[in-house]
């Protein structure tokens, strides 16, 4: 089945250490998302591309970057993670900007 | 700046009854998008039901439907024949055509056997 895929579904690191998550999927889709939700919150949308064309919203923390290689993958860098980054982090995609959004699983991330 | 309210924090429904959520919004949009999103608990989020604001007819989805009225800026749900696999968190969500997705805050829904 066509799907989004997030690995791994949790990820421990420690305070300061790098960290990198993963997104691929198979529907093909122009558009990739990432999200972070704390805990009983609503998602908040970090950046995302169009294409090879880089978004990032305007309040996202220099700490946070993101990679597309190719259509199917995208990464999300945290490169100092503090605690306050600890959250479930969720990959989308549509194919256009004014379609509808699919969901994967979400990474857990702890931060010790 | 769009924003989306869902008064209800949670909500709770006895099994095989009906339940409505909350959504309301504020535009200047007269063409947009309204969504209801299903989050259970460790799962991913899931599209339950998805809105044109330009259609009049309220969309439905099997046992899920909407209750859209444009003038007022409101979207609610209703869940029809409550089952236990219902119970999760609910996000209702708005996005203006080439502009990205403004969720609210959430409604618990809590399903009682």
């Known amino acids: 089945d066509a799907m989004v895929i997030q690995n791994p579904r949790y990820q421990v690191t420690q305070f300061g250490k790098p960290v990198t998550l993963s997104c691929s999927q198979t529907?093909?889709?122009?558009?990739m998302y990432w999200y972070q939700q704390k805990s009983s919150q609503a998602p908040k949308l970090l950046f995302h591309?169009?294409?090879?064309?880089?978004?990032n919203e305007a309040d996202t923390p220099d700490n946070f970057q993101s990679r597309r290689p190719n259509t199917s993958f995208c990464f999300l860098d945290i490169r100092s993670p503090g605690l306050g980054d600890a959250a479930m982090y969720l990959c989308?995609?549509?194919?256009?900007?004014?379609?509808?959004?699919?969901f994967g699983p979400g990474t857990r991330l702890l931060v010790l | 700046a769009q924003t989306v309210t869902q008064s209800q924090p949670e909500m709770s429904v006895q099994e095989a009854e009906t339940v409505t959520l909350s959504c309301t919004y504020d535009?200047?949009?007269?063409?947009?998008?309204l969504f209801w999103y299903k989050q259970p608990p460790s799962r991913q989020m899931i599209l339950v039901i998805r809105?044109?604001?330009?259609?009049?007819q309220n969309a439905t989805e099997n046992r899920f439907s909407v209750n859209f009225q444009k003038a007022a800026k409101s979207f609610s749900l209703k869940i029809s024949d409550s089952q236990l696999g219902d119970a999760a968190m609910y996000f209702c969500?708005?996005?203006?055509?080439?502009?990205?997705?403004?969720f609210g805050g959430g409604t618990r829904l809590m399903v009682k056997p």
């Open positions: 989308a995609t549509s194919r256009e900007l004014a379609e509808t959004q699919y």
């Open positions: 529907l093909n889709h122009n558009v």
């Open positions: 591309y169009y294409d090879k064309d880089f978004n």
């Open positions: 535009t200047s949009e007269s063409d947009y998008y």
């Open positions: 809105q044109e604001a330009y259609k009049q």
């Open positions: 969500a708005y996005r203006a055509p080439w502009d990205m997705l403004t």
